[in-house]
């Protein structure tokens, strides 16, 4: 048997994991850290931040936009369940949009279609890899929420999917071509919508006691004093699924080649 979904994980990752675990720090820490920042250089992002599923990346990008309640944001009808939740989660109504049998993708035409006076959104979904075709997409003039959850590594006009809209996020579970397990990444065109999402992931805490402890004016500060800026779900990566990733990003050309050679049998 072929198996079309399985992950390809080699020994850095299971060594990474062990030394993870030896260091007696699993959750969130320093390597989701530098997992963000060599994530972020590879694929020339403006700015990324990893969260615990691209699903919740989703709900995140859709709050990010800050749009009025109740609007309507566009969504493919051709996708993943979590595309239409994100957007009822925030407070809005997704709107279905067909796609196009050919691509799997939708399309500024029908896009428009869809349009109403309360549409505040769209939600474009590169479907298995192939790059929507976003330049009439972004003429429209809404703001784009891009999931290239399959499409990492995928670009359009030389530009990465996920980077192109105004929020794009990224999806790293079991079964996609990268994998940490259970994980996701967000990226957004103006970075402070980032900054502000690493905050959300932690339950909207600005400053924390981890903050505090550690840095260097650690035993200075009131490390049990937590900011809480807003009030949110707790989306928090862990220092063991960024030790995947790390490993994963090493190998990324082997994994997709591997992808490649699947398909070419099917
Ligand atoms: C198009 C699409 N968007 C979002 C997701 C959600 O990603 P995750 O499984 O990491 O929550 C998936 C997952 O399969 C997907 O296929």
């Given at each position: 048997?072929?198996?079309?979904?399985?992950?390809?994980?080699?020994?850095?990752?299971?060594?990474?994991?062990?030394?993870?675990?030896?260091?007696?720090?699993?959750?969130?820490?320093?390597?989701?850290?530098?997992?963000?920042?060599?994530?972020?250089?590879?694929?020339?992002?403006?700015?990324?931040?990893?969260?615990?599923?691209?699903?919740?990346?989703l709900?995140m990008a859709v709050k990010l936009l800050d749009l009025p309640?109740?609007s309507e944001v566009i969504v493919?009808?051709?996708?993943?369940?979590?595309?239409?939740?994100a957007v009822?989660?925030a407070?809005h109504?997704?709107?279905?949009?067909?796609?196009?049998?050919?691509?799997?993708?939708?399309?500024?035409?029908?896009i428009?279609?869809?349009v109403?006076?309360k549409t505040a959104a769209v939600m474009v979904?590169?479907?298995?890899?192939?790059?929507?075709?976003m330049?009439?997409i972004l003429a429209l003039g809404y703001p784009v929420i891009e999931d290239?959850?399959?499409?990492?590594?995928?670009?359009?006009?030389?530009?990465?999917?996920g980077a192109i809209g105004d929020v794009g996020i990224?999806?790293?579970?079991?079964?996609?071509?990268?994998?940490?397990?259970?994980?996701?990444?967000i990226t957004a065109r103006d970075?402070a919508r980032?900054?502000?999402?690493?905050?959300?992931?932690?339950?909207?805490?600005?400053?924390?006691?981890?903050?505090?402890?550690?840095?260097?004016?650690?035993?200075?500060?009131?490390?049990?004093?937590?900011?809480?800026?807003?009030?949110?779900?707790?989306?928090?990566?862990?220092?063991?699924?960024?030790?995947?990733?790390?490993?994963?990003?090493?190998?990324?050309?082997?994994?997709?080649?591997?992808?490649?050679?699947?398909?070419?049998?099917?």
């Amino acid at each position: 048997m072929i198996s079309v979904f399985g992950s390809l994980v080699g020994d850095e990752e299971v060594a990474n994991v062990v030394a993870c675990m030896k260091s007696q720090w699993m959750g969130f820490g320093k390597q989701v850290e530098e997992f963000e920042e060599k994530y972020r250089r590879k694929y020339k992002l403006p700015s990324f931040a990893m969260v615990d599923s691209g699903s919740n990346a989703l709900y995140m990008a859709v709050k990010l936009l800050d749009l009025p309640p109740n609007s309507e944001v566009i969504v493919p009808s051709f996708t993943w369940v979590s595309c239409a939740q994100a957007v009822i989660l925030a407070g809005h109504r997704p709107v279905f949009c067909d796609v196009d049998l050919r691509t799997m993708n939708v399309r500024a035409e029908d896009i428009q279609a869809r349009v109403t006076d309360k549409t505040a959104a769209v939600m474009v979904v590169h479907y298995a890899g192939l790059a929507v075709d976003m330049d009439l997409i972004l003429a429209l003039g809404y703001p784009v929420i891009e999931d290239a959850a399959h499409a990492i590594d995928s670009t359009y006009r030389g530009l990465p999917c996920g980077a192109i809209g105004d929020v794009g996020i990224f999806s790293y579970d079991a079964v996609k071509n990268f994998t940490v397990g259970e994980g996701g990444g967000i990226t957004a065109r103006d970075p402070a919508r980032i900054e502000r999402a690493k905050v959300l992931r932690y339950c909207g805490i600005g400053k924390s006691g981890f903050d505090a402890a550690v840095s260097s004016a650690g035993e200075k500060t009131r490390w049990w004093e937590y900011n809480i800026q807003e009030s949110h779900i707790k989306m928090l990566p862990t220092n063991l699924a960024a030790n995947i990733g790390l490993a994963q990003l090493d190998r990324i050309d082997v994994l997709q080649a591997r992808r490649k050679v699947i398909w070419e049998t099917y």
